[in-house]
């Protein structure tokens, strides 16, 4: 499908990240950061690190800010060519320790950026939401436009899903009734180097535990599937997506369809760093609050961005567990984890 592209389009010059510090955030980064960019990083840190952009300052600039408390700074200055909108409050660990600041997170923010992107300049404008959207249908491979089945209210699990989906219907507002270009990304698991596995992220909680020789815990019976895609493949198709008006307004899946059962991963892993760990299985009522559910399988049909950009992963799981390793190895400073 042919794209059409505006001048500020196909040569962004000032552009907005926000949560820029965090994991899928600085690798965008290192992607999108030219000579000739100017690019400004809203993120609080509250689950971000410096140390992912330190190698991008200061020709990046960074407010070390809420996102709604920065904006209303930006607002005096010259409008931004597109906006990367990432900031939010990620991982079940965090969303079920905080509920409150998480839901307020998730929603609030993405509606002053909103609201902000549709006063200043109707810049394309990418907002993150998550694969977590679809709940828990009886399909398991998930299309953008099938049905969501999400549980429970009195299950706190579900509110980053439901905030999440609201996000996206405020965006798609925007972009029927204010003609906001907005793209929304429905993230499946990203996994690479930088992932915090403080939050309950599994690849990063696998790799630490193998290098360190100690027992990998999975939980449930380990053979609900899931589909990994290295950060480095998911940045890459964003730019595109953003500049081609054919994408504004739009649902995307990113990720891979290649899926994998936990307890093979927590084997790969084991394989890949040649460790000595074994693998113990814990009962999700060890491992969550009581009334948690988790989902067999996810898996995501990519018809539609593979349509519009031609999107393939190329990088293998393989790959990315040595370089999550490696970068865990040759990491500077202490990560949260160790804080
Ligand atoms: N990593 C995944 O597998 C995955 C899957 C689905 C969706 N997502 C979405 O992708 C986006 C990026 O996720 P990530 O994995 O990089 O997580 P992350 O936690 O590393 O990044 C989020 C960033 O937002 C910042 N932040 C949080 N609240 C903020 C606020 N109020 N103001 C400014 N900054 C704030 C954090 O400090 C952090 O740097 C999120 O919107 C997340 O919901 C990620």
Known sequence: ???????????????????GAGFIGSHLLDLIVTPDAEITVVDNLSTGRIENIAHHLPGVRFIEQALDD???????????????????????DLILEDPIGSIET???QTSAL????STHGNPPTLIASSSEVYGKPGASVFSEENDILLGPTTTGRWSYAHCKAIDE???LAYTQTR?????ICRFFNTVGPRQSGRYGMVLPRFVQAALKNDPIQVFGDGRQTRCFCDVRDVVAVLPKLLKNQDAHGRVFNIGTDHSIEIRVLAETVINELASESTISLVPYSDAYPEGFEDLRHRRPDLSRVQELT???????????????ASSSLHAKTPSKENA
């Open 1 to 19: 499908m042919a794209s059409r592209q505006s001048n500020a389009d196909a040569h962004p010059k000032r552009v907005l990240v926000t949560g």
């Open 70 to 92: 920065a904006l209303r700074t930006l607002q005096e200055e010259r409008p931004f060519d597109q906006i990367y909108h990432l900031a939010a409050a990620v991982g079940v």
């Open 106 to 108: 998730n929603v609030e």
């Open 114 to 117: 909103l609201k902000y992107a």
């Open 169 to 171: 219907h405020l965006a």
């Open 179 to 183: 003609s906001l270009p907005t793209v």
């Open 310 to 324: 031609g999107f393939t992963p190329t990088i293998t799981l393989e790959q990315t567990i040595a370089d999550i």
